[in-house]
């Protein structure tokens, strides 16, 4: 960086290092490289008909409103889509659970972000000030690691098991009087995993003890291979809970549209947040979403989407299950994009990521980043929903090889 500007760098700048992933997948993207790296839905899935008919129309029906500037909150029909589809989901969700429907979501509550990546930022923004203590998962998304990282917080992590978050951990975290705490509990990204029906509810029970403001973080929700998940935590707890969702795994992450929902008074606030950020959300991409939702093409296209990717987890479990050496251990995830894996005698991933990448041409995310208390060297993220289910066997058998080499060599003799 040029030194006039080098020396005059913003402190909390000062730590910014590039992504592991973002820098993984340049690599990745070589056509001669199988890829489990990158969060990455399946291009060949996108609705790229029912996008470019729906655009058409838009153009036709609405050129001013769709190319012209829009309101910060974002485009009104598609915030009242948001919020009848969000309340169905969460009713039928609690229904299924034995629980009572949940207060419908208002139009009020809902705000139109540039992807959920914004609504972390504009979250941290209102919430976090250098030195405050923020709770997340261990391990726990990346990008909002990144986006919590820039303020400067103090981070406290809570242990996982098969569920999710342990409702103790979380209780013995938020007794520190943190700002906020930070859960995927469906499909979780990294690990895959999803709170039963009862950690949900021990988990808002925690939260609602605690009062501590969570971010609830949802961009899988939709992509179950089997039953639906248990209810939201923000049906539990709507009081507390500020909730993201994105239509990036569902219809394109290109359209760089997501949602925010929360009290209105929060969500007030956060809309003058991203006034001073971008003005609004793209209206044109906004307009063409709702006009796909609204032509009744999205249900079908979540069938597709569900039989596709369950056929590519089976393919990428079944693989790992006859390829890949003893001792290892990985998630069997019953949704979303990725399979999460440990290695055992201390071996790190970060180290065998370039022999798999030169000498095997596959790559994967290390596990290390997705730590923000720094531990994790020995564990890994798969993708499987980029890649068709050949490709993924044939890429996990070679993998494995790496793998297996590498294991050998740690044990002693």
Not at 164 to 185: D, F, M, N, Q, V
Not at 277 to 292: F, M, N, P
Request: aromatic fraction near 6%; proline fraction near 8%; include cysteine.
């Amino acid at each position: 960086m040029s030194q006039p500007f080098n020396s005059r760098l913003a402190a909390r700048t000062k730590t910014l290092t590039s992504s592991a992933i973002r820098e993984i997948l340049k690599v990745a993207t070589r056509p001669d490289i199988t890829s489990f790296a990158g969060g990455l839905p399946a291009p060949e899935l996108f609705p790229v008909a029912e996008i470019k008919a729906a655009t058409a129309r838009i153009l036709e029906r609405e050129p001013v409103k769709s190319l012209q500037y829009g309101p910060t909150d974002g485009m009104p029909e598609l915030r009242a889509w948001v919020a009848a589809e969000v309340s169905r989901v969460e009713a039928e969700a609690c229904a299924a659970a034995g629980l009572p429907a949940p207060a419908p979501v208002t139009v009020d509550m809902v705000m139109m972000t540039t992807g959920s990546q914004q609504s972390l930022d504009l979250i941290s923004k209102l919430l976090i000030d250098a030195g405050d203590g923020v709770v997340v998962e261990a391990p726990s998304y990346l990008g909002a690691l990144q986006a919590f990282t820039l303020y400067q917080p103090r981070y406290s992590t809570v242990a996982m098991d098969e569920e999710g978050a342990r409702a103790e951990a979380l209780a013995a975290a938020l007794a520190t009087g943190p700002k906020l705490t930070y859960l995927l509990p469906t499909f979780q990204n990294p690990t895959g995993r999803t709170m039963s029906v009862a950690r949900r509810l021990e988990v808002a029970e925690v939260v609602r003890s605690a009062g501590v403001p969570l971010v609830e973080d949802d961009p899988y929700g939709a992509l179950y291979y089997g039953t639906p998940p248990g209810p939201s935590l923000r049906s539990l707890a709507p009081d507390l809970t500020l909730s993201l969702g994105t239509f990036s795994k569902t219809l394109a992450p290109g359209l760089r549209i997501g949602w925010l929902i929360g009290p209105p008074e929060v969500v007030a606030r956060l809309i003058q947040l991203k006034q001073s950020a971008d003005l609004h959300t793209s209206s044109l991409a906004q307009y063409v979403a709702h006009e796909v939702v609204t032509a009744g093409v999205l249900p079908g296209h979540l069938e597709k989407l569900r039989t596709v990717y369950a056929e590519r987890r089976d393919a990428m479990l079944g693989a790992i299950e006859s390829e890949f050496p003893a001792g290892m251990t990985w998630t069997r995830p019953t949704g979303g994009m990725f399979v999460w894996a440990k290695l055992p005698n201390g071996v790190e991933a970060a180290g065998l990521l370039p022999i798999c990448v030169e000498q095997e041409r596959v790559a994967f995310v290390p596990g290390a980043p997705f730590h923000a208390d720094g531990t994790g060297r020995d564990t890994l993220r798969l993708n499987f929903t980029h890649a068709p289910a050949s490709v993924i066997r044939d890429g996990v058998s070679r993998m494995a090889r790496v793998l297996r080499r590498a294991l050998e060599e740690a044990v002693p003799a």
